[in-house]
């Protein structure tokens, strides 16, 4: 079964409004959680790097006004896309490493369409 | 700065195909690479992980290598499938845990 979950899976919201993106590690503890962004027809780009109880580190060209990140416990994070516009519409993926076995885990990503 | 690029970005074989997907990557002091796939719409799953200090990975009709010195991996999948059809990225890790991934190769497997 899934040991990273993502909440919610598909976002329709109209431009301007905030949303939330959860990113839950179900069976062990995630100090960094990484948050990814994908475009149609393109590959995965990491947008930042959750560490918990202390600020994210964003990419560069990120920008980390716009995109949030909270990482409020052992086991969970949250991306929140601000005032967003119809270009933020895209497919954002977190993941987990579980350091214990070398690994990363991700969500099963969420769909968010802006209009 | 790490780049990793695979080649070819489409790929179209008939049934029962045996193929090769490659994966250069530009910094060898890589610490894992994994390979994932992924279904249209869909998040990732996770195929094989291959660590830095092993050469290759098998499970079921999918075989990875991994040479670092050269700063290439292939995944080979046997007997090909309909089922099979989806992109495959591959994904090298560098310190930090940090993930960089290919453009993916979006493979169709035709009845």
């Known amino acids: 079964g899934a040991v990273v979950s993502q909440h919610p899976s598909r976002v329709i919201c109209k431009s301007g409004t905030s949303v939330k993106i959860e990113c839950r590690s179900l069976d062990f503890q995630a100090t960094t959680m990484f948050w990814y962004r994908q475009f149609p027809k393109q590959s995965l780009m990491l947008m930042a790097t959750?560490?918990?109880?202390?600020?994210?580190?964003?990419e560069q060209g990120v920008e980390k006004d716009k995109f949030l990140i909270n990482h409020a416990s052992l086991t969970l994070s949250t991306l929140t896309v601000t005032s967003a516009h119809p270009e933020d519409s895209s497919f954002y993926i977190c993941?987990?490493?579980?350091?214990?076995?070398?690994?990363?885990?991700f969500g099963a990503g969420t769909r968010l369409s802006v209009l | 700065k790490q780049e990793v690029t695979q080649i070819p970005a489409a790929l179209s074989v008939p049934e029962g195909e045996n193929l090769v997907l490659n994966c250069s990557f530009t910094d060898s002091a890589i610490y894992n690479l994994q390979w994932f796939r992924q279904d249209p719409g869909k998040g990732l799953t996770s195929l094989l992980l291959i660590q830095s200090s092993q050469r290759e990975q098998t499970s079921g009709r999918l075989n990875a290598s991994l040479d670092k010195s050269s700063g290439r991996s292939t995944l080979y999948i046997a007997a090909s499938q309909p089922g099979d059809s989806a992109t495959y990225l591959c994904a090298a890790y560098n310190q930090g845990g940090k993930l960089i991934f290919g453009q993916g190769t979006e493979l169709s497997v035709k009845p």
């Open positions: 959750s560490n918990e109880g202390s600020k994210a580190t964003y």
């Open positions: 993941s987990a490493p579980r350091v214990a076995k070398n690994i990363q885990y």
